[in-house]
């Protein structure tokens, strides 16, 4: 098999990148189809639209009605065509840009992503989640290449939420167990092909980055202000996280993730949430070594994400419910069928009770 690496074609990140971003967007199309809700609109609208017509890009601005759906999708391709832009710019938040995505594949036209939150590491992905118009899971779109450019604002970044900071480390806490277990096993990535040693390098400097500027950028992000710690760690959580996860692979963490979707009482977490609870019980299923297990533990104490059940909300009817959602994280297809070893439903409910313990006594402390 083929060792694969993909990657966005350009990749800008910066305080105010939104506005400055033009210069390089002009070499993609003379004129774009801009995409956001009405809130991202009036925070993000006029330094985006701004930066694109002072570089003499031409530029058409539609609200995005909140669903990542055909419909949606064929609306706004309606729109553009009737309007002639040559690109498309998504601004915004996950279903955003993975509209803004779609949207270019099927009209094969260059595609910008602007995130306005830097909680997961799906804006450099060549994937879209697409959902019906109530709102239900539909399918995975995925496209032959990646976008064309994501641009990080910092100093729009720095002002979300602070929550939405800490579940893009959570989710980018993962990058480096799943691809080492996914390169173990010689499993094939959703690149296509195995791991190479770049974008496993890439995977290991996200999480050298996490645990080195990950508690500086939470204090940044506290305050609302761009500092060298919050840049590092939004390149981690959006390029490192999202070139190592789609180049070498996704394995138990994630999966366990999707076990713990069937909760409802999980439903209030973020992605990134269940996902580093996720890679605290991949590290006890595939036993590793005690210090590297603590090192894990401190961080995600540290910068605030779950590492008991009960921080997940699973406070009743343990067993029952855990049991379930290691039946849920082993169905076929799923990526716990990465790890480089067997792995069954009793193996993961072992591994997760065994998480669950190992942040209780981290908590007691």
């Given at each position: 098999m083929l060792n694969v690496i993909q990657s966005p074609a350009k990749y800008i990140q910066g305080p105010d990148a939104s506005m400055l971003f033009g210069e390089y967007a002009k070499n993609l199309a003379d004129s774009f189809f801009v995409i956001a809700d009405d809130f991202v609109m009036k925070l993000a609208g006029d330094k985006v639209l701004g930066g694109l017509k002072s570089h003499n890009v031409r530029c058409h601005a539609e609200r995005f009605n909140g669903e990542c759906s055909h419909a949606e999708i064929n609306?706004?391709?309606?729109?553009?065509?009737?309007?002639?832009?040559?690109?498309?710019?998504?601004?915004?938040?996950?279903?955003?840009?993975?509209?803004?995505?779609?949207?270019?594949?099927?009209?094969?036209?260059?595609?910008?992503?602007?995130?306005?939150?830097?909680?997961?590491?799906?804006?450099?992905?060549?994937?879209s989640v697409i959902y019906t118009e109530s709102g239900e899971f539909e399918e995975y779109l995925i496209y032959p290449k990646n976008p064309d450019m994501v641009v990080m604002d910092t100093a729009i970044i720095a002002k979300a939420p602070v929550r939405l900071l800490v579940a893009g480390m959570g989710d980018a806490l993962s990058t480096w167990f799943e691809a080492k277990a996914c390169f173990d096993a010689r499993a094939t990535s959703m690149a296509g092909g195995q791991s190479t040693a770049a974008a496993l390098s890439l995977a290991r400097l996200c999480y050298d980055t996490l645990l080195r500027e990950g508690e500086k950028a939470?204090?940044?992000?506290?305050?609302?202000?761009?500092?060298?710690?919050?840049?590092?760690?939004?390149?981690?959580?959006?390029?490192?996280?999202?070139?190592?996860?789609?180049?070498?692979?996704?394995?138990?963490?994630?999966?366990?993730?999707?076990?713990?979707?069937?909760l409802e009482e999980c439903h209030h977490l973020y992605h990134g949430e269940k996902v580093a609870f996720g890679t605290l019980a991949q590290l006890a299923l595939q036993n590793s070594p005690m210090e590297e297990i603590e090192t894990v533990l401190a961080f995600c104490k540290n910068v605030g994400l779950p590492i008991t059940l009960a921080q997940m909300g699973v406070k009743e009817d343990i067993e029952a419910k855990i049991r379930e959602v290691a039946k849920a994280t082993c169905a076929e297809g799923e990526t716990i069928h990465n790890m480089p070893f067997p792995v069954t439903a009793d193996s993961v409910y072992a591994a997760i009770m065994v998480a669950d313990r190992l942040g209780q006594r981290w908590l007691a402390r």
């Amino acid at each position: 098999m083929l060792n694969v690496i993909q990657s966005p074609a350009k990749y800008i990140q910066g305080p105010d990148a939104s506005m400055l971003f033009g210069e390089y967007a002009k070499n993609l199309a003379d004129s774009f189809f801009v995409i956001a809700d009405d809130f991202v609109m009036k925070l993000a609208g006029d330094k985006v639209l701004g930066g694109l017509k002072s570089h003499n890009v031409r530029c058409h601005a539609e609200r995005f009605n909140g669903e990542c759906s055909h419909a949606e999708i064929n609306r706004l391709s309606a729109i553009l065509q009737k309007e002639g832009c040559k690109g498309v710019i998504g601004i915004g938040g996950g279903k955003t840009l993975d509209t803004a995505k779609a949207i270019g594949y099927y009209q094969k036209l260059p595609v910008v992503v602007i995130p306005t939150i830097a909680s997961t590491d799906a804006p450099t992905s060549a994937l879209s989640v697409i959902y019906t118009e109530s709102g239900e899971f539909e399918e995975y779109l995925i496209y032959p290449k990646n976008p064309d450019m994501v641009v990080m604002d910092t100093a729009i970044i720095a002002k979300a939420p602070v929550r939405l900071l800490v579940a893009g480390m959570g989710d980018a806490l993962s990058t480096w167990f799943e691809a080492k277990a996914c390169f173990d096993a010689r499993a094939t990535s959703m690149a296509g092909g195995q791991s190479t040693a770049a974008a496993l390098s890439l995977a290991r400097l996200c999480y050298d980055t996490l645990l080195r500027e990950g508690e500086k950028a939470l204090l940044a992000a506290q305050a609302g202000v761009v500092s060298d710690a919050l840049e590092r760690i939004v390149e981690a959580n959006t390029y490192l996280s999202g070139i190592g996860f789609e180049s070498s692979g996704l394995a138990g963490a994630h999966a366990i993730h999707n076990g713990f979707t069937i909760l409802e009482e999980c439903h209030h977490l973020y992605h990134g949430e269940k996902v580093a609870f996720g890679t605290l019980a991949q590290l006890a299923l595939q036993n590793s070594p005690m210090e590297e297990i603590e090192t894990v533990l401190a961080f995600c104490k540290n910068v605030g994400l779950p590492i008991t059940l009960a921080q997940m909300g699973v406070k009743e009817d343990i067993e029952a419910k855990i049991r379930e959602v290691a039946k849920a994280t082993c169905a076929e297809g799923e990526t716990i069928h990465n790890m480089p070893f067997p792995v069954t439903a009793d193996s993961v409910y072992a591994a997760i009770m065994v998480a669950d313990r190992l942040g209780q006594r981290w908590l007691a402390r």
